[in-house]
């Protein structure tokens, strides 16, 4: 098996293959980010340019370091003062871009497209690292990966994702790659948070935590997106957390081994109990973050691997 892609800009386009490659790959980075060296060639004589329209310290700093473990110049280009605060667009920073001869484009947008706008005008294989409430392909790959590692297999599990959905473009990229590697994906929280078309993903639809939360391997809790949020979505913090946090008390209802992930940052005692997150018989969050450098340093060696093939036999 190979990874025929030239870019990451979500995990619609991947094959159930394809993620087994990057999470096997990535395996190989975690022995590598635990030993005494951490770093590698595989990116030796490249470029990357992490450009940031939103800011993110956990992933920027995730992506920072996986380039600079494997041996690439690596740029962070701060977008928030850029020209395109002066009215330059998109596509003329790409064509910028293309004048740099960069290799690897890492993009946050706040737009979703946007992403994919560039990848189409860029000569440079694109890694997206959020776009608006479209995907987070790398946050769904790391979560797979924490969730294989933690449970030993990555199919015909029951996960529950739990909070904002309709905010998240987390859930939107977790729910196609858990889909497609044969899970049970049940979305928990307020209607005004799981809007009735996610089902039409295969995901089941439940408001209430505990009955939603019955049985499950795997519990994923998400962020209140307030900054994405422009009308009253719930009535206040402290009912929500009431009906929709974690505690240990809904999390009873889980199955006795099940794992509470969170992508981070966590609102505590709004999404999640303090004592919850920080359980290390339950919580694989602190794994979360280890696994995201391993498997963005999988998914820049295999696109980096591919800027070497022939354009026709390479697909977006």
Request: aromatic fraction near 2%.
């Given at each position: 098996m190979s990874f025929q892609h030239r870019h990451l800009l979500g995990i619609e386009p991947l094959s159930p293959a394809d993620i087994t490659i990057i999470l096997d790959l990535a395996e190989q980075y975690v022995t590598l980010?635990?030993?005494?060296?951490?770093?590698?060639?595989?990116?030796?004589?490249?470029t990357q340019i992490n450009m940031f329209f939103e800011a993110?310290?956990?992933?920027?700093?995730?992506?920072?370091?996986?380039?600079?473990?494997l041996g690439a110049d690596v740029m962070?280009?701060?977008?928030?003062?850029?020209?395109?605060?002066?009215?330059?667009?998109?596509?003329?920073?790409?064509?910028?871009?293309?004048?740099?001869?960069?290799?690897?484009?890492?993009?946050?947008?706040?737009?979703?497209g946007a992403v994919d706008l560039l990848a189409q005008k860029v000569n440079c294989a694109v890694l997206n690292a959020g776009d608006g409430r479209h995907e987070h392909p790398t946050q769904a790959l790391l979560d797979a990966l924490t969730i294989r590692r933690a449970?030993?297999?990555?199919?015909?599990?029951n996960i529950a994702i739990c909070g904002d959905i309709a905010h998240s473009r987390v859930a939107r990229s977790n729910i196609l790659l858990l889909g497609k590697m044969e899970n049970r994906v049940r979305l928990i929280g307020p209607p005004t948070l799981v809007p009735s078309q996610f089902a039409e993903f295969g995901a089941e639809i439940y408001d209430d935590m505990r009955?939603?939360?019955?049985?499950?391997?795997?519990?994923?809790?998400?962020?209140?997106?307030?900054?994405?949020?422009?009308?009253?979505?719930?009535?206040?913090?402290?009912?929500?957390?009431?009906?929709?946090?974690?505690?240990?008390?809904?999390?009873?209802?889980?199955?006795?081994?099940?794992?509470?992930?969170?992508?981070?940052?966590?609102?505590?005692?709004?999404?999640?109990?303090?004592?919850?997150a920080?359980?290390?018989?339950?919580?694989?969050?602190?794994?979360?973050?280890?696994?995201?450098?391993?498997?963005?340093?999988?998914?820049?060696?295999?696109?980096?691997?591919?800027?070497?093939?022939?354009?026709?036999?390479?697909?977006a």
């Open positions: 980010n635990r030993s005494a060296r951490k770093h590698s060639e595989a990116l030796a004589g490249l993110s310290t956990r992933t920027q700093a995730s992506f920072e370091l996986a380039g600079k473990r962070n280009m701060a977008m928030q003062s850029s020209s395109l605060k002066k009215g330059e667009t998109l596509i003329d920073t790409a064509l910028t871009l293309n004048a740099m001869h960069a290799d690897l484009l890492v993009v946050r947008h706040p737009h979703s449970k030993g297999r990555l199919h015909r599990l009955e939603g939360l019955n049985g499950v391997d795997v519990v994923m809790m998400l962020r209140l997106q307030k900054e994405r949020m422009d009308g009253g979505f719930i009535p206040s913090e402290r009912e929500y957390y009431h009906r929709y946090g974690l505690d240990a008390e809904k999390l009873a209802c889980a199955k006795p081994d099940a794992i509470v992930m969170h992508p981070g940052p966590m609102n505590r005692g709004v999404e999640i109990d303090g004592e919850i920080d359980d290390i018989n339950r919580s694989v969050i602190q794994e979360q973050v280890e696994m995201g450098v391993a498997v963005r340093m999988a998914a820049m060696d295999l696109l980096a691997r591919n800027l070497r093939e022939a354009p026709q036999t390479v697909m």
